[in-house]
């Protein structure tokens, strides 16, 4: 008997340390189908509360905006109600049920109205401070997931692995995870700095299709993918040599070697980075965007691709309201994953502020 008061008095106490370390929040009556809402939540479901904003921001569903709201009212109850630090804040538990149906009368001349059903839902979400717990207690709990998820934050990214590959290769510690990818970003900085300085181009255009690095014990192999390789080595045979030794000085390089090689594109115009950059110097140059975007529709046309969709958002023409169009020729399946799609987004200042470049073009099919 007395051990089984002692089981009841200590399950008892985990009871009310859990209440402590646990807050969630309830959103009633979303217009939305719990199935919609499901398929977010499934994704969520064991991650930390930093990751699954980043999440929730880069996923293209509708149904992230309300999720969202509902973590972030139940992070900022567990911050100034219980005191606890979202750092350590992990979703334990993420459900969805099925609310009443909203029918509406969708109003017609002539008495051709009609009815409509608008689904809703409830969501709920539950937060627990793990900062209490050791490791062996967290992964009992199953937070921090490690399995595969996807999102898409672009539509490269849901096809990794399957028809596209990583343009960095390379292995390293999870602690020194952070300072290899910031050595990755000032490798293509430099790059892109030093073709900047040294081509002289009436079009504006760069013609970096991409930069591949390879990381090896005592070896960086760099592999630049260029529409117009000879407008960086005619002129100066060693710049090249040039460009090593000044990416070498930039990082500091003693005990590895840097090794660069160039690679033409057969179809420039059949990459959005360099079709991008045709977009930006046009607009630069005060051209109407419509004439720029169905000037690069004319050259992607030649590149034998099988669809293009071009979108610039910010104050176009100079207008005082900032506003987004798109200019869609073909076929762009963002939701097939054995479609092969490159997408860059760019970025171009001009005198009437910063605009935005998004290119999608459709490849091929597997």
């Known amino acids: 008997m007395t051990n089984m008061l002692r089981n009841k008095n200590k399950v008892r106490k985990r009871e009310k340390?859990?209440?402590k370390t646990e807050v969630y929040a309830l959103s009633q009556s979303i217009s939305m189908s719990a199935h919609k809402a499901r398929r977010v939540l499934d994704q969520i479901r064991g991650r930390s509360y930093q990751e699954t904003l980043m999440i929730l921001e880069l996923m293209p569903y509708r149904a992230c905006y309300p999720i969202f709201k509902v973590i972030y009212s139940a992070a900022a109850n567990a911050k100034h109600n219980m005191g606890l630090n979202e750092e350590y804040l992990v979703i334990i538990k993420a459900t969805v049920d099925e609310g009443t149906t909203v029918k509406k009368l969708k109003p017609r001349a002539r008495g051709r109205s009609y009815p409509i059903k608008r689904p809703t839902c409830h969501i709920t979400i539950v937060l627990k401070n793990i900062s209490l717990y050791e490791e062996?207690?967290?992964?009992s709990i199953g937070c921090f997931k490690k399995t595969g998820w996807i999102y898409k934050k672009k539509s490269t990214d849901i096809t990794l692995g399957?028809?596209?590959g990583h343009h960095s290769l390379w292995f390293a510690q999870p602690k020194n995870y952070s300072k290899g990818l910031q050595e990755d970003q000032k490798i293509r900085e430099c790059i892109k700095n030093y073709v900047?300085?040294?081509?002289?181009i009436s079009s504006g255009v760069e013609g970096i299709a991409r930069i591949e690095i390879q990381k090896r014990i005592d070896l960086i192999q760099i592999i630049i993918h260029m529409g117009f390789p000879k407008l960086l080595v005619e002129g100066k045979p060693r710049r090249i040599e040039e460009l090593q030794m000044n990416v070498q000085k930039e990082l500091n390089y003693v005990n590895r070697k840097l090794n660069i090689t160039i690679t033409r594109i057969t179809k420039p115009y059949g990459h959005p980075?360099?079709?991008a950059e045709f977009i930006a110097g046009q607009l630069r140059n005060r051209v109407s965007f419509r004439k720029a975007i169905k000037k690069a529709i004319e050259l992607t046309e030649q590149a034998d691709t099988k669809g293009i969709q071009v979108q610039i958002a910010g104050r176009i023409d100079g207008k005082e309201i900032a506003?987004?169009?798109?200019?869609?020729?073909?076929?762009?399946p963002l939701q097939t994953i054995r479609a092969k799609i490159d997408y860059c987004s760019y970025r171009v200042r001009t005198i009437y502020g910063v605009l935005g470049i998004k290119i999608w073009i459709f490849v091929d099919e597997e």
């Open 323 to 332: 506003r987004v169009e798109w200019i869609r020729e073909g076929r762009v």
């Open 136 to 139: 062996s207690v967290v992964e």
């Open 17 to 19: 340390e859990d209440i």
């Open 162 to 164: 399957t028809i596209q």
């Open 273 to 275: 980075n360099i079709l």
């Open 196 to 200: 900047q300085k040294n081509m002289r």
